[in-house]
């Protein structure tokens, strides 16, 4: 199973990003839970936001109305949509795939991540 994660880069503060995450090799994807994490410099990886198989979304609180995940089932794919980025969103995004949880280990796949900076 690969997770490839991309749609990172560098924007200002107040932008938009997309990222995206093809996940190729898992069986049954529509049935997997799908998250997204970050860390960033110094400090500890968090839970950014996830999707069940049935579509149910979760945040973490500092993300909520501005992040949204999506997924798409016929792609193998799962999306976080970012608006409004703040100098606090940058950080190393990493997509994931298994039980729906806001524990990294949770999820039984990783992938490498993709590198967001906002500049203020």
């Known amino acids: 199973v690969q997770l490839q994660a991309s749609g990172g880069g560098l924007v200002e503060a107040g932008g938009s990003l997309r990222l995206s995450c093809a996940i190729s090799g898992l069986l049954r994807f529509s049935t997997y839970g799908l998250g997204w994490f970050r860390q960033a410099p110094g400090k500890e990886r968090e839970f950014v936001a996830s999707i069940a198989w049935r579509s149910d979304t979760y945040y973490t609180s500092s993300v909520k109305g501005r992040f949204t995940i999506s997924r798409d089932n016929a792609k193998n794919t799962v999306y976080l949509q970012m608006n409004s980025l703040k100098p606090e969103d940058a950080a190393v995004y990493y997509c994931?795939?298994?039980?729906?949880?806001?524990?990294?280990?949770?999820?039984?796949?990783r992938g490498q991540g993709t590198l967001v900076t906002v500049s203020s």
């Open positions: 994931t795939a298994g039980s729906i949880s806001t524990n990294w280990y949770s999820y039984k796949y």
